[in-house]
């Protein structure tokens, strides 16, 4: 019913920039907050990036100053700048978003299937 699909992951040495980007399709009615979290290996699955429906973000204090999150709500997508990529970003990275689609009075949480970053020279 809703997909999310992410893109833009891959291999990087230390101090390059890389974007990703995540499209949400499907039976959309609206979109609420969306954002990117991240898992190590081995790790937790951790908040990276927020952007709430009207702007407002927030960071892990990880990543402030060296990324920002953005949205494009006409093509449903979130994007996540990151610069100056250090080797302990390396992780994969799931989008997500808080979907109300056209049947449901309610906005749920979905998730895409990751993409892998790593950061190694």
């Known amino acids: 019913q809703v997909q999310l699909v992410e893109s833009g992951g891959g291999l990087v040495q230390p101090g390059e920039s890389l974007r990703l980007s995540c499209a949400a399709s499907?039976?959309?009615?609206?979109?609420?907050?969306m954002g990117w979290y991240r898992q190590a290996p081995g790790k937790e699955r951790k908040l990276v990036a927020i952007?709430?429906?009207?702007?407002?973000?927030n960071y892990a204090e990880s990543v402030k100053g060296r990324s920002t999150i953005t949205r494009d709500d006409a093509k449903n997508t979130v994007y996540l700048q990151m610069n100056n990529l250090k080797p302990e970003d390396t992780a994969v990275y799931y989008c997500y978003a808080e979907i109300r689609t056209q049947s449901s009075t309610y906005a749920w949480t979905y998730w895409g299937k990751g993409t892998l970053v790593t950061v190694s020279s």
């Open positions: 499907g039976r959309i009615f609206s979109i609420n907050a």
């Open positions: 952007i709430t429906r009207g702007g407002g973000t």
